[in-house]
């Protein structure tokens, strides 16, 4: 009996170690949004500090590559901790006058393999170990339906600028009356908005109805009414923008403030 005991304490004793020895690896909780610091070892600088959010009911990626929203799936090992992969990363496709940290960052994910905390952040790494990609934990703004309040311009639709049109798009937002007007770029608009309870970022925009003058170019206009009807929630950057993001959480629209004087009737 005394060897069968010194048996099990031994192998106990051994599982024990490899368990807390130096190579092994911490499971990291990755729900939430997550700051790209660094990239291939280089510090990050770019307008838009680029993120990643990780959805784990869903298992979807979201986030920004500095320029562009991103979307996508992740793969995290429950089994083998410190094993993570990314598939179908995707991103819109609105130009920026700097890619470089985009590209690194689109590239950078398509090669990692796995994780490990380091210091205060986690390290994104290849099949070799070497760090493409450090993250940091992002504090989310809370948001409410307030940030909404006032008149804006829309920016970008579907990830493409707005050039020139024959008037400015704008969305005025009455959090009183619970309305929403403007204009599509031609005619003007109307309608309601509603959230969902308990969900201080869901948006959906109501009985949106507008004039029917024709004007030379209405793709835009035509594109801009088909985004509205499939706005769910939204998000305000760090610059002060407001995203209307889709369903999947798909970058729809992008929205500028605009002071009293920028408005058109």
């Known amino acids: 009996m005394s ?3 010194f048996a099990a304490a031994a192998f106990a004793c051994l599982l024990m170690s490899c368990g807390s020895g130096k190579n092994s690896v911490a499971v990291v909780d990755f729900s939430g949004e997550w700051n790209i610091v660094e990239v291939n070892g280089e510090k990050v600088s770019a307008e838009n500090t680029p993120f990643l959010g990780f959805d784990n009911a869903e298992h979807r990626l979201y986030g920004n590559a500095g320029c562009n929203r991103l979307m996508g799936t992740f793969n995290l090992d429950t089994l083998n901790a410190g094993k993570i992969s990314f598939g179908q990363v995707g991103a819109t496709r609105m130009m920026c006058p ?3 940290v985009e590209q690194s960052v689109l590239e950078a994910l398509n ?3 796995g994780y490990e905390e380091v210091g205060e952040g986690v390290s994104l790494n290849d099949a070799d170990g070497k760090s493409l990609i450090l993250l940091q934990k992002r504090e989310v703004k809370e948001v409410s339906i307030n940030d909404l309040d006032g008149t804006w311009q829309i920016m970008t639709v579907n990830g493409t600028e707005i050039g020139k049109t024959e008037k400015t798009p704008q969305l005025t937002f009455d959090l009183a009356e619970k309305k929403v007007y403007g204009n599509a770029s031609c005619n003007t608009i109307n309608g309601g908005f509603s959230q969902e309870e308990g969900k201080s970022s869901s948006l ?3 009985q949106m109805i507008s004039t029917m003058m024709a ?3 209405m793709e835009t206009e035509r594109n801009i ?3 509205l009807n499939k706005v769910r929630s939204f998000e305000v950057k760090e ?3 407001v995203s209307l993001l889709g369903e999947d959480g798909t970058e729809l629209l992008t929205l500028k403030k605009l002071v009293e004087t920028e ?3």
Do not use: S
């Open 111 to 113: 090669k990692v393999a």
């Open 239 to 241: 610059n002060g923008t």
């Open 98 to 100: 700097d890619m470089e």
């Open 225 to 227: 009414l088909d985004a």
């Open 3 to 5: 060897k069968k005991y």
């Open 263 to 265: 408005t058109e009737a």
């Open 204 to 206: 959906q925009f109501t």
């Open 215 to 217: 004007c030379p170019d």
